[in-house]
Nanobody, 126 residues
Framework: QVQLVESGGGLVQPGGSLRLSCTASGFPRDAYAIGWFRQAPGKAREAVSCVSSSGGYDYYADSAKGRFTISRDNAKNVVYLQMNTLKTEDTGVYYC???????????????????WGQGTQVTVSS
């Protein structure tokens, strides 16, 4: 059974940091890409970042560039999203999503990801 579980969300002050984790189960090792998406209150869900199955390729939305870092530990089946210099506009529910693939690159098209976690709340507020 394929499952994705996010953790690491919470309340943080502007300028602070959080590290989100996405623990995957039921996926073949090294054969799935992971995307991180977020949804702010009253807004549509948007892409944040993705990482390829090997970890050799990653992508960041403009809002995340220079502040967020995605990484994966395939031995542990965990993908991390390190978020630094957080802003109030980073507030939202963060979801990780998975797709079976061995492609060299990843994409941030939500329709390409059939498996989703339940989300973890990130609140950036003073």
């Amino acid at each position: 059974q394929v499952q994705l579980v996010e953790s690491g969300g919470g309340l943080v002050q502007p300028g602070g940091s959080l590290r989100l984790s996405c623990t995957a189960s039921g996926f073949p090792r090294d054969a799935y890409a992971i995307g991180w998406f977020r949804q702010a209150p009253g807004k549509a869900r948007e892409a944040v970042s993705c990482v390829s199955s090997s970890g050799g390729y990653d992508y960041y939305a403009d809002s995340a560039k220079g502040r967020f870092t995605i990484s994966r530990d395939n031995a542990k089946n965990v993908v991390y999203l390190q978020m630094n210099t957080l802003k109030t506009e980073d507030t939202g529910v963060y979801y990780c999503a998975g797709a079976f693939t061995t492609k060299r690159m990843c994409v941030v098209n939500q329709g390409e990801y059939p498996y989703w976690g339940q989300g973890t709340q990130v609140t950036v507020s003073s």
